[in-house]
């Protein structure tokens, strides 16, 4: 028996893989082919069904019966009537198929979201693939880090400048909030928001510097400076102790710019005292944080949920923690029937989780009648105060909230006041708390001052020009006019409440409660051009930093992916470009993500070691289908 040369050996055995390459390429274009034609067959047979069915029709129905019943079978097909299915087509739809599919692959194996989809941009980049056709090259990582990077920051600092001149007309709000990563860095961001919207400056580590006042105040005094002092009427941060101390530094420095907490951490710590400051809030939240987690913690119970709410949540996202906390309880109340329902059946009952000391608990406090005798109560305390928060957070480029702010906190307390019947010691308590995080700092002054000069309130009857809103009013004019337009402004103030000139025109006052404030002011108010720079800057002033906290993960981003290795200069530019790039498109886009809800939030998460010891194994819960969690209105009349 002759033995094979090495050559040969090799060369038989390329050969086979070569043949074996061969036929798996048969293989795919086989199965291919039976596709198509099963796809063919099951097209050109469900038209042909239409027809089928209507030829028996004919001889069971009369002919007006028919002729409907043909009429609704024709609009149905009528698509495909006007272009009929072709071999080409269904190529072509094969063809989409497996373009998607390999699109979701990139996805899968880059650890993309998958809310990343619904990006604007995402579409655009794939019509432009689409419009190119067969043969388009992808750009390289030099293209894609270097060339296309740098091009899209100068046309972002062009975007920019556009908004310059807004800041110079109507004045601007610095917007400035911090965030620690998962490294324990601390960032801040910095913001500018102006009538023409939001745009992103920048971003920076202040790790070693947040607990130094005088420190943070040279950092926002830069700021002020690179945005010109002359356009900035505000700087808007959180409420921290050294951002509180560097803002009152800063208001020393530059006497017409305003230092201000943003209005809706503000409402988030009055609920946050309720339940530090109200035992009955705090053990009613306890209570119903223990129901929500005990379930969610446990996919069998999860499942069970679904069934008797009809696949509804319990679970309530709020734009803020606290919101979220009241927002679920007044979840849990709207289900307190069904949850009675479900602890008391007989799936339930024959449960295993039913027998555990947890279960026996959440149990008996789903079963107790005063346990939602307070629910009620904590909902009829918060529920006023989470609706101002809704305005807050509803505010965009086109309606500032800053104008009705006061009269809704005012509303807000005497919602409170009438839920509890005016009975002062069930009110007053959370008045008191309302009260001491309203009125610190310059937010009640502000928001009055803004209430006064908001025509949709001044020319009403029931309009209140009491001494709190007088002297908010006088005390911003103080702070934000020069000394020489202070008389000017006082004067010209006659002129708006009396509606003389412009202001009382036809036009004016039929527009009073149909155009934004500072729209109104800028279109009525030149008898009186001190008057009117001043009452449209103060009207065009943004109340809140949610800028800021909603785009925190733009910048988490960067850091997750692992580009540490970048230059600096080059990461600054990456958040740069997203940073405001989302905040140009940030109507196309739901801010408030329910998708990306964490799966470790306290209402959702119980403690792991408590559930292993309970039931033996590592339980590792993550929310299902987050796309089924979907907010409800809190209920107005929270009395009835």
């Known amino acids: 028996?002759?033995?094979?040369?090495?050559?040969?050996?090799?060369?038989?055995?390329?050969?086979?893989?070569?043949?074996?390459?061969?036929?798996?390429?048969?293989?795919?274009?086989?199965?291919?082919?039976?596709?198509?034609?099963?796809?063919?067959?099951?097209?050109?047979?469900?038209?042909?069904?239409?027809?089928?069915?209507?030829?028996?029709?004919?001889?069971?129905?009369?002919?007006?019966?028919?002729?409907?019943r043909s009429s609704c079978k024709k609009q149905v097909v009528a698509g495909r009537n006007r272009q009929p299915w072709t071999p080409d087509h269904i190529?072509?739809?094969?063809?989409?198929?497996?373009?998607?599919?390999?699109?979701?692959?990139?996805?899968?194996?880059?650890?993309?979201?998958?809310?990343?989809?619904?990006?604007?941009?995402?579409?655009?980049?794939?019509?432009?693939?689409?419009?190119?056709?067969?043969?388009?090259?992808?750009?390289?990582?030099?293209?894609?880090?270097?060339?296309?990077?740098?091009?899209?920051?100068?046309?972002?600092?062009?975007?920019?400048?556009?908004?310059?001149?807004?800041?110079?007309?109507?004045?601007?709000?610095?917007?400035?909030?911090?965030?620690?990563?998962?490294?324990?860095?601390?960032?801040?961001?910095?913001?500018?928001?102006?009538?023409?919207?939001?745009?992103?400056?920048?971003?920076?580590?202040?790790?070693?510097?947040?607990?130094?006042?005088?420190?943070?105040?040279?950092?926002?005094?830069?700021?002020?400076?690179?945005?010109?002092?002359?356009?900035?009427?505000?700087?808007?941060?959180?409420?921290?102790?050294?951002?509180?101390?560097?803002?009152?530094?800063?208001?020393?420095?530059?006497?017409?710019?305003?230092?201000?907490?943003?209005?809706?951490?503000?409402i988030d710590l009055m609920l946050e005292d309720f339940e530090k400051k109200i035992s009955l809030h705090k053990s009613t939240i306890e209570k119903g944080r223990k129901i929500t987690t005990f379930i969610y913690s446990r996919t069998p119970l999860i499942s069970m949920l679904k069934n008797f709410t009809n696949g509804e949540d319990l679970i309530r996202p709020g734009v803020t923690r606290f919101a979220t906390t009241y927002l679920t309880l007044g979840c849990l109340f709207d289900n307190r029937t069904t949850l009675k329902t479900m602890f008391s059946s007989t799936q339930w009952k024959s449960n295993q989780f039913a027998s555990t000391e947890d279960g026996k608990k959440v149990e008996q406090v789903v079963l107790d009648s005063r346990?939602?005798?307070?629910?009620?109560?904590?909902?009829?305390?918060?529920?006023?105060?989470?609706?101002?928060?809704?305005?807050?957070?509803?505010?965009?480029?086109?309606?500032?909230?800053?104008?009705?702010?006061?009269?809704?906190?005012?509303?807000?307390?005497?919602?409170?006041?009438?839920?509890?019947?005016?009975?002062?010691?069930?009110?007053?308590?959370?008045?008191?708390?309302?009260?001491?995080?309203?009125?610190?700092?310059?937010?009640?002054?502000?928001?009055?001052?803004?209430?006064y000069l908001n025509p949709q309130f001044h020319y009403k009857s029931n309009f209140k020009a009491n001494f709190d809103v007088k002297y908010g009013l006088y005390k911003c004019m103080g702070l934000m006019l020069a000394p020489e337009d202070r008389n000017k402004v006082h004067l010209q103030l006659e002129m708006f409440k009396e509606a003389k000139g412009l202001f009382g025109i036809e036009l004016a006052k039929s527009t009073r409660s149909e155009m934004d404030p500072a729209q109104w002011w800028d279109s009525y108010g030149d008898l009186g051009p001190e008057l009117k720079k001043f009452a449209v800057r103060l009207l065009s002033l943004t109340s809140t930093s949610f800028g800021c906290e909603r785009n925190w993960s733009v910048f988490e981003m960067v850091h997750a992916k692992r580009r540490n290795f970048l230059h600096q200069k080059k990461m600054n530019d990456l958040v740069f470009v997203m940073y405001n790039q989302k905040l140009k498109d940030r109507k196309a886009w739901d801010l408030v993500d329910l998708d990306n809800i964490s799966s470790d939030d306290e209402w959702i998460t119980e403690d792991d070691v408590a559930r292993e010891e309970e039931e033996g194994e590592d339980v590792a819960f993550k929310v299902q289908n987050s796309e089924e969690i979907r907010p409800r209105a809190l209920v107005d009349d929270l009395d009835q």
């Open 91 to 266: 190529a072509k739809e094969d063809l989409r198929e497996e373009a998607s599919r390999q699109i979701a692959r990139f996805f899968y194996t880059s650890f993309i979201p998958f809310n990343c989809v619904k990006n604007p941009e995402f579409e655009k980049m794939c019509q432009l693939i689409a419009e190119h056709g067969p043969g388009f090259e992808p750009p390289t990582v030099h293209d894609v880090r270097e060339k296309f990077l740098e091009e899209e920051v100068e046309e972002t600092k062009s975007l920019i400048e556009e908004h310059k001149l807004e800041w110079k007309k109507r004045g601007c709000s610095i917007m400035f909030d911090g965030w620690t990563n998962e490294k324990g860095r601390f960032i801040v961001n910095f913001l500018v928001n102006s009538f023409k919207g939001t745009v992103f400056l920048s971003s920076k580590d202040i790790s070693d510097i947040s607990e130094n006042d005088k420190k943070v105040f040279e950092m926002l005094d830069g700021i002020v400076q690179q945005v010109d002092e002359e356009n900035v009427v505000q700087v808007i941060t959180n409420n921290a102790s050294y951002f509180k101390a560097a803002g009152q530094m800063l208001m020393e420095k530059r006497k017409r710019i305003l230092w201000t907490p943003c209005v809706a951490q503000c």
């Open 371 to 451: 346990f939602w005798k307070n629910v009620l109560v904590c909902l009829k305390a918060a529920g006023p105060l989470i609706k101002v928060l809704r305005l807050v957070g509803d505010e965009n480029d086109d309606k500032r909230a800053v104008g009705f702010i006061y009269e809704e906190m005012n509303k807000a307390k005497e919602k409170i006041q009438a839920n509890f019947k005016n009975v002062k010691r069930s009110y007053e308590p959370i008045w008191k708390i309302i009260d001491e995080r309203w009125e610190a700092q310059l937010l009640k002054s502000l928001h009055a001052a803004a209430y």
């Open 1 to 68: 028996m002759e033995s094979q040369s090495p050559r040969e050996s090799t060369g038989s055995g390329s050969g086979s893989r070569s043949a074996s390459s061969e036929c798996e390429v048969c293989e795919q274009n086989k199965k291919r082919k039976i596709a198509f034609g099963i796809r063919k067959l099951r097209i050109l047979s469900s038209v042909s069904e239409y027809d089928d069915d209507e030829e028996k029709e004919m001889g069971s129905e009369g002919p007006s019966q028919c002729l409907i």
